[in-house]
């Protein structure tokens, strides 16, 4: 990181020599067409061949260059970091360590293959993992969706058949019922009646009660209140008449 005022054949030396002290295992570079005739002699002396990539001659309008490509493919990447966005720093150290941060999580991310979507377009080869990725989340969540299905599918299976059992057994009472009716009217006696609305209620309240009740307190316990049954006989209960309402006259 250098000002912006120092000339082209200073910055490419200096890159140069910090690139020998730091990675000594590279042994080519490129550089572009603003870079002279010295900086490439300058990588000589140090063991880097430095390739100017010039222009192709014949090419005319916005023609891509050879290898610019990825240098503007790393200031993408870094420039998706906001800190980098804009000119937020007043040195130029402050510059180096928030490129050295955000090259490092630009790695990071390619190492562990989680580059979010607006990464990934700019990294070659992120967006097959990125879709990758998504196609494994699809794949997890249809195998569970699956296991659900055949959990209850196994529900439907044990339900139709409790249900088949039930209607079975439906069907045979009602067979029972039929041939008891027929049994019973076979010498003409008419079958029985219905049984009258609270029968079954009252028989529960003696069972419930072993030492039996009072008229009284059977009406009380079926809510039919006191007041509403006579006996008119010994052990024969009635309901109570209502009193008639007299006429209402009108007075003048």
């Given at each position: 990181m250098v000002a912006a005022s120092g000339h082209d054949d200073a910055i490419g030396i200096a890159l140069l020599d910090n690139v020998a002290a730091t990675a000594p295992t590279v042994t080519k570079g490129w550089a572009d067409a603003p870079f002279k005739q010295t900086v490439v002699e300058h990588g000589a002396r140090l063991g880097i061949d430095v390739e100017i990539v010039q222009r192709d001659p014949g090419a005319r309008g916005c023609t891509p260059a050879p290898k610019r490509c990825v240098v503007e493919q790393t200031f993408g990447a870094l420039l998706l970091h906001r800190r980098l966005a804009q000119d937020y720093e007043r040195r130029s150290a402050g510059s180096v360590a928030v490129i050295h941060w955000s090259m490092s999580d630009v790695m990071l991310r390619r190492l562990t293959r989680s580059a979010p979507p607006d990464l990934a377009r700019c990294i070659p080869g992120e967006r097959e993992w990125a879709v990758r990725v998504l196609l494994d989340k699809i794949e997890a969540r249809q195998r569970l969706v699956r296991e659900t299905v055949e959990r209850l599918r196994e529900q439907i299976t044990e339900l139709t058949g409790q249900l088949a059992v039930a209607e079975h057994t439906l069907e045979r009472l009602e067979t029972d019922r039929e041939t008891v009716l027929e049994l019973a009217t076979e010498d003409g006696t008419p079958p029985p009646g219905p049984l009258p609305p609270g029968y079954h209620e009252i028989l529960a309240l003696f069972e419930q009660n072993g030492?039996?009740?009072?008229?009284?307190?059977?009406?009380?316990?079926?809510?039919?209140?006191?007041?509403?049954?006579?006996?008119?006989?010994?052990?024969?209960?009635?309901?109570?008449?209502?009193?008639?309402?007299?006429?209402?006259?009108?007075?003048?």
């Open positions: 030492d039996g009740l009072r008229a009284r307190e059977l009406c009380r316990t079926l809510g039919t209140g006191t007041g509403t049954g006579t006996e008119p006989e010994s052990g024969l209960f009635a309901l109570t008449p209502p009193v008639p309402t007299p006429p209402e006259t009108n007075s003048r």
